[in-house]
């Protein structure tokens, strides 16, 4: 086929396609006009024409791609890495969301890294993932166990800002206030608080 006779087929394709847009845009009134939501999930926006009984593409718009999610990494301290702790942390996360705290986002847009506070390469850590907790509990013994936890942290060269990842109705008066004071004042260490 040479190039004329390839030109004059798309010129004539095109003209057929107007005049199909054309015929079907004047037949239709603009209220019969709907967004087919099987093509918008598949990512085109095509607006379609509702006859008596059947449906007529009219246009079919660019597909508009959507942002790719972010992924965020934190990395979470006080927790045996064990696979079913990372769903206890994404829970937490969850709950504070609920809550209406934009950071915390959905679970899934977490990457959780459990992290044994003891590891000797916490520095090559910190330096990677900028994003740090500690896994508060509110049983009897948390004070001393999460301190033990921060004391590690600062004794490895980790990270010197953590989130307090706590329930969310902890009250700040005891455990918290006194965690936060401790880390600051004996190992250097900014323990972030989360507001009810």
């Not at 019969?32 to 990512?43: F, I, K, M, S």
């Not at 969850?94 to 916490?122: C, F, K, Y």
């Not at 700040?172 to 250097?188: F, K, P, S, T, V």
């Amino acid at each position: 086929m040479s190039g004329q006779d390839q030109a004059a087929g798309l010129r004539k394709w095109a003209d057929l396609q107007r005049q199909q847009r054309e015929s079907a845009s004047q037949s239709v009134s603009p209220t019969e006009l709907v967004t087919d939501d099987v093509a918008t999930a598949a990512g085109d926006s095509t607006l379609v024409a509702r006859n008596s009984s059947d449906a007529v593409d009219v246009a079919v718009a660019p597909a508009r791609v959507a942002p790719k999610k972010v992924i965020q990494s934190l990395v979470v301290v006080g927790l045996p890495a064990h696979q079913h702790q990372v769903g206890n942390v994404k829970g937490r996360l969850s709950q504070w969301s609920a809550l209406g705290r934009q950071w915390a986002g959905e679970p899934d847009d977490w990457d959780i890294h459990l992290v044994d506070s003891a590891t000797a390469n916490l520095p090559l850590l910190a330096s990677r993932y900028p994003r740090w907790a500690l896994w508060v509990s509110s049983d009897a013994d948390a004070f001393m166990y999460m301190y033990r936890v921060l004391r590690q942290v600062h004794d490895n060269n980790g990270p010197k800002r953590l989130l307090a990842l706590h329930e969310p109705h902890l009250p700040r008066q005891g455990l918290l206030d006194n965690l936060r004071e401790a880390a600051a004042a004996y190992l250097d260490t900014e323990l972030l608080l989360l507001a009810r």
